[in-house]
């Protein structure tokens, strides 16, 4: 789908395929891609000025997306108090103990799937099903750095103090986002993350 | 050095922003009018990306500490150069000690305020654009900012003034392409969007100009799972009133784009002033590309 000249927006069945075709595209993406943006469905592919959306759309075809593997972006550990002030909130919702939401939450694998939200925010995609729930209904105006969440079938970490409205489980001392470092985000898609129950 | 005496309403440092960083949530930013920017600085001989002051309704003055070259341009200004009237669009010799004043321009909303040299704060991410939606880059401007100023080009600048054409008055007309999403909207939404004018709120700022106008009434209601946004697209929130993206504009959204506007066109946009109306035309995908050259060898002409 066009967005004028300035994008390209690729919408695909699953967040798999997104992940397969960014992986394909993001070490050498076509001429005149200025930028990648993978989502929940689809990947945009902004344009640099003057470049040809027709070019582009037929370089993107050209790439077969279910082939395609995910990036592997590395293995991050993240160390997590699990202290919540939603934990037990997520115990109800989800029918397990709070014990058992700590264990899923440690054991699954998670990969940071696509950023947005703020700088340094990492939708993370795992195999947890069982922690799928609802974002609160009402949002926090002051989530603190650190908070790690759930909502939806995601996880997240906040990288900076902001409103938010995910439920949240613990909290981390690793700081997700620094602009005096290269890279400044440690959640980049395609970056494996493991959380580690720390006291 | 060049330092701030008083601001207008907002008053940011702005180059051509910090593009790449979309999958870590970070938007491009950067001046709103990109192209008034890179005229800035042609004139006073810089690289046509370095950083220079966005300057929002007017209302700035600083005061050079050095003799400076200085180039003002985008929505024009009054100008007084410690009594001096001056013009936008040229070439203007600051001694130390000067005051630059600009005053609320009668048309147009932005100007730029180019340094020869440039202004020399700590790039964050590539860039000394402050993003007012991520909170990245330099604090905005006010009183008593000192701004560093850095060494002058190798380039001396080539002409004395140049020469703009003024955006027309009346409606201003903006190109824009169907979609993404505009095949979630009711045929109405879409005759309503190119038939009917909407005017720019008062709600309005470097992340986006909410516009007042028609509803854009939806056929599919389901939730748009968050998706990558370009800069122009115009994204409709469940109150059906269009947001048009700017340059702080977040790097994904949650509700459909019903249309975009043509790249090289975003410039105008920004320059559009709450109560200024606006009314969309249409053009192929084709048509985009035309428009973008047409501006690109117009633009160069003026350089």
């Given amino acids: ?199 | 050095m060049i330092e701030v005496e008083r601001t207008g309403p907002l008053t940011t440092v702005q180059d051509l922003g910090r593009p790449g960083h979309g999958g870590i949530g970070v938007s491009p930013s950067g001046a709103a009018d990109r192209g008034s920017l890179q005229l800035a600085n042609r004139l006073v001989g810089n690289d046509p990306g370095a950083a220079a002051l966005e300057v929002t309704f007017g209302g700035l003055r600083v005061r050079a500490h050095r003799d400076c070259t200085l180039a003002i341009t985008g929505a024009p200004c009054p100008i007084d150069v410690d009594g001096r009237a001056e013009p936008v669009n040229a070439v203007l010799r600051v001694r130390a000690g000067e005051r630059v004043e600009l005053g609320t321009p009668p048309s147009g909303l932005r100007s730029y305020l180019a340094v020869r040299g440039g202004i020399a704060v700590e790039p964050v991410l590539g860039s000394r654009s402050t993003d007012v939606l991520s909170g990245l880059g330099p604090e905005q401007v006010g009183a008593g900012t000192r701004l560093p100023v850095g060494p002058p080009p190798r380039r001396f600048p080539q002409v004395d003034l140049a020469p703009v054409a003024a955006e027309p008055a009346g409606d201003l007309v903006l190109p824009v392409v169907l979609g993404p999403r505009a095949d979630w909207f009711a045929e109405a939404a879409i005759s309503a969007l190119l038939g009917e004018p909407f005017e720019v709120s008062a709600d309005s700022n470097r992340v986006g100009m909410r516009l007042d106008g028609p509803e854009l009434p939806r056929v599919r209601t389901e939730e748009l799972p968050s998706e990558g946004m370009v800069l122009g697209s115009l994204q409709v929130p469940p109150s059906g009133r269009p947001t048009l993206f700017l340059a702080d504009h977040p790097v994904t959204g949650g509700y459909p784009v019903i249309a975009v506007v043509c790249a090289s066109d975003v410039d105008r946009a920004a320059q559009a002033r709450p109560g200024r109306r606006i009314r969309f035309r249409a053009v192929g995908p084709r048509g985009a590309a035309g428009a973008r050259e047409s501006a690109a060898s117009s633009r160069e002409d003026r350089a």
């Fill in chain 1, 1 to 199: 789908m066009r967005c004028a000249d300035s994008g390209l927006l690729v919408e695909l069945d699953s967040l798999r395929e997104v992940q397969g075709l960014h992986g394909a595209l993001a070490d050498d993406p076509p001429a005149g891609v200025a930028d990648l943006v993978p989502a929940a469905r689809t990947l945009l592919l902004q344009l640099e000025p003057g470049a040809d959306p027709a070019a582009v759309e037929r370089a993107v075809r050209d790439v077969s997306a279910g082939s395609a593997q995910p990036r592997d972006g590395g293995l991050l550990r993240v160390p997590v108090v699990y202290d919540g002030e939603d934990l037990a909130a997520v115990a109800e919702l989800t029918g397990l103990t709070e014990r058992e939401v700590v264990d899923a939450h440690t054991s699954a694998q998670w990969t940071v799937a696509f950023g947005g939200f703020a700088p340094g925010f990492g939708y993370l995609t795992g195999d947890a099903p069982q922690l799928t729930v609802p974002r609160r209904a009402e949002s926090r105006t002051r989530v603190p750095a650190g908070a790690v969440g759930l909502a939806g079938e995601f996880s997240g970490i906040y990288p900076r103090e902001s409103p938010g409205g995910w439920q949240l489980i613990g909290r981390t001392d690793l700081e997700i986002w620094r602009l005096d470092r290269d890279p400044p985000a440690l959640l980049r898609p395609g970056v494996r993350v493991r959380f580690e129950e720390a006291r």
